[in-house]
Every structure is written in C-alpha cells, then in structure tokens.
C-alpha cells in the first residue's frame, strides 16, 4: 500500500514543523512565568507575544485572549462561566452544536435553566425564525457555532449577533473550525464569547482559548494560583500557548492561499461525488472550502470509511468526536436526513497537503469500493 491519504482534518492537523521548532525551546527549560527570574520573565513574554498572535487571528484585543486546555475546555467556560454570574433563565443552543456545548448547556438544568435547543433547515442553517421566538423569553445566552464539524455549513452569525443584541442576551459562538478557514472579527460582530482550539490548525493538541468581551461577567471553572486574570487558574503550559499563537500566525497568512486551492480541490471532489450519486449535505449552504459531508443510500458509512481505510484512505464517518458511537449523526438528524441515509455519513476533511492527484486517486478508489460493495449485497440477498 503507498502512504497513507490523510482526509480528516477536521478531526485533527499534523503539526506544523515550524510550530514544534518554536515550542521545543520552552520544553527544554524550566518556564513557569509566575516565577520572577529570567526564565519566569522570558516565558511570561512569550505567552504575551501569543496572546498577541491568537488576538489577531479572531479580530480581538490580546486582554480578550484567556487560554484553556483547547476548544472542550473553553466551551464549557463560556456556557457554565457565564451562567454562573446569572439567575437562571433561558439558555438557547442550536440543535448541531458540538457536544462540549450541547451538554454544557444541559447541565444547566440541574441549576434551574431552562434549554431550548434550536432547530436548522435542510441545508443546516439555524432558523431565525425559531430563534426570534425563542428570545422573546428572557435569555441570558445565546450559543451557536460558526462552522459545523460534519458538514462544514456556516452559521450567520452577524445576523444572529443582531438578533440576540436586540434582545439583550449574551452570544457565544464556537470557532473551533472556522478558526483558520475562514476569517474572524470577534469585536467587528459584537459576539461576547468565542471558542477556538489549536489542533485543528496544525498547533499543539491540548490548547484553546477563549475569547471574551471584557463587559461580559464570568466565573472561573476551576480556582487556585489565578493565572489567566483569575479565569482560569493553573500553570501555563507555556510551549503548547507558543506553538498555538504561531499556528494562528502562520494560518493567518496563508488562510487567503489555503482558501483558494481548498474550494478548487473541494469542488473537484464534490463533482466526482455527484458522479458517484452522493448526497452532499448541506451543499446548497455557504460551507467551509474544506468540508464535505455525504452518502449513498444503501451504503454504510462505518463499512465504507473501514474500507478506505484499507486502501489507505483514511477519512471519517459522522462526526470524528463521537465515532465510539454508532447513533446516527445528531447533526444530520437535525436537517432532517433520514436515519437510514445518516448512516451512510462520511465525513471528508482536506488539508493544506492535499493534492489534485490524491483527490482523483479517492474517487477512483471510492467508486471501485462502492461497485464491490454493491455486488456483495446483492449476493447476500
Ligand atoms: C466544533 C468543535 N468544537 C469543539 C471541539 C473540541 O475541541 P478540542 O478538541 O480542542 O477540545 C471540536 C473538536 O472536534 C469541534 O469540532
């Protein structure tokens, strides 16, 4: 078998060479920047000149910046966080959030909040409509993505930033994979919360943000040294900020480059999909250029992504963050997908690697799994 074909980059990057060189120094040091000698002076500068970098890369300023332990970590601060300062009322999740939100939100409700999850059209957009109804009860929060994980569908989020503001409720929104793709403004929108991770950005695992508006009260998750202005307490972990705040940097200024060979290679699989029969979701909405999102009726999704596998392909079914599970993706269901067809979901992610050789190589290997799928099901009938 030649290497492997990486296509699931909405699961996780390879680091960036450039990204590891920067980190391995405060790896090989003993940085704690509480610490007031040089070592503790010269981590402090770095985590501030990241700070820096990853306030650039989401149109915020760096005293909006809080590190967490990635995208998980700073979902559930911005939703707990910033329920915690509030009598509990309503929050409102859409209904294709990530589960860090979905079950943030929902263990709300052991204190007193009322959830209302949002429902999207068939092309995995959030129904204004349905929002506007929902805000005209009292809502404290408002959460709902930027760009989906499974379909890769955008959100309007300056639209829905109105809505909210005219309400008085509170907007987060989670960027973990948008961050990179497509460009941010946190402060241009008016959002008050923002989620954003660096594994997706060929950064370091175990690192995020989140990005927050500083008229916006919050509660800490976790309490002890008060690092992080108080918001959330721990050592830092010095080279993981470096190397994140660099990741944000270099996706920064090759986002418009990356942008445009994606939507090419994007394009140049979608039509080879449509050949092959495939549904697209979301297809008629604004999507990530990286992400598309299908199946074929009577084809299973897990048989077939283990199937890629084989041949090297390694792509992936439903969403990446819950491929324990064999539940019909929530997402799908959502848009109104029959469960049947939902099973069928494989999720393919590219990456700035990608190439128009290895597109062409998965479809012709796509199309010839499909055949040899198809024929074995009608041997077994
Ligand atoms: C939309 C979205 N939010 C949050 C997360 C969680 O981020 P992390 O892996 O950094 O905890 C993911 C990860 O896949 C994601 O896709």
Not at 132 to 158: H, P, W
Not at 241 to 257: D, K, S, T, Y
Request: proline share 4%.
């Amino acid at each position: 078998m030649s290497a492997a074909v990486y296509l699931d980059h909405n699961a996780t990057t390879v680091m960036d060479p450039r990204v590891l060189d920067a980190m391995l120094p405060h790896l090989g040091q003993p940085v704690n920047p509480t610490s007031r000698h040089g070592f503790g002076r010269a981590a402090r500068h770095a985590i501030n000149m990241a700070r820096e970098q990853v306030a650039v890369a989401v149109g915020a300023h760096p005293s909006q910046v809080t590190f967490t332990s990635g995208g998980t970590e700073a979902d559930n601060l911005a939703i707990k966080g910033i329920a915690d300062t509030h009598t509990p009322s309503q929050i409102i999740v859409s209904a294709i959030e990530h589960p860090a939100v979905l079950k943030s939100a929902q263990a709300l409700r052991w204190n007193g909040w009322q959830v209302t999850t949002t429902g999207v059209n068939v092309d995995g957009q959030l129904d204004l409509d349905q929002l506007q109804t929902a805000l005209k009860q009292q809502s404290a929060l408002v959460s709902v993505m930027t760009a989906n994980n499974e379909t890769g569908v955008l959100q309007d989020i300056a639209a829905i930033a109105e809505l909210t503001k005219q309400r008085g409720a509170l907007l987060h929104t989670d960027a973990v994979q948008a961050l990179g793709k497509i460009p941010l403004d946190f402060n241009a929108l008016g959002l008050h919360a923002m989620s954003v991770s660096g594994h997706k950005i060929h950064g370091p695992q175990g690192i995020g943000a989140l990005i927050l508006d500083k008229h916006v009260d919050i509660q800490c998750l976790q309490i002890g040294g008060g690092q992080e202005r108080g918001l959330r307490s721990g050592t830092e972990n010095v080279a993981a900020i470096v190397g994140f705040g660099l990741a944000c940097e270099l996706a920064m200024r090759e986002l418009p480059q990356q942008a445009t060979s994606l939507t090419s290679l994007q394009i140049q699989l979608e039509n080879g999909l449509m050949d092959l029969g495939a549904t697209i979701f979301g297809s008629r909405a604004p999507r990530l250029p990286n992400t598309s999102f299908f199946a074929f009726s009577d084809i299973d999704g897990e048989t077939l992504v283990m199937a890629l596998d084989r041949q090297g392909f390694f792509v992936a079914s439903g969403s990446a963050c819950s491929s324990d599970s064999v539940e019909p993706s929530h997402v799908l269901l959502a848009m109104g997908v029959t469960p049947d067809l939902a099973r069928g979901a494989v999720r393919v992610s590219l990456g700035r690697d990608n190439t128009v050789a290895q597109v062409a190589d998965f479809l012709l290997t796509l199309r010839m799994e499909l055949t040899r799928m198809k024929r074995m099901t009608a041997l077994a009938v």
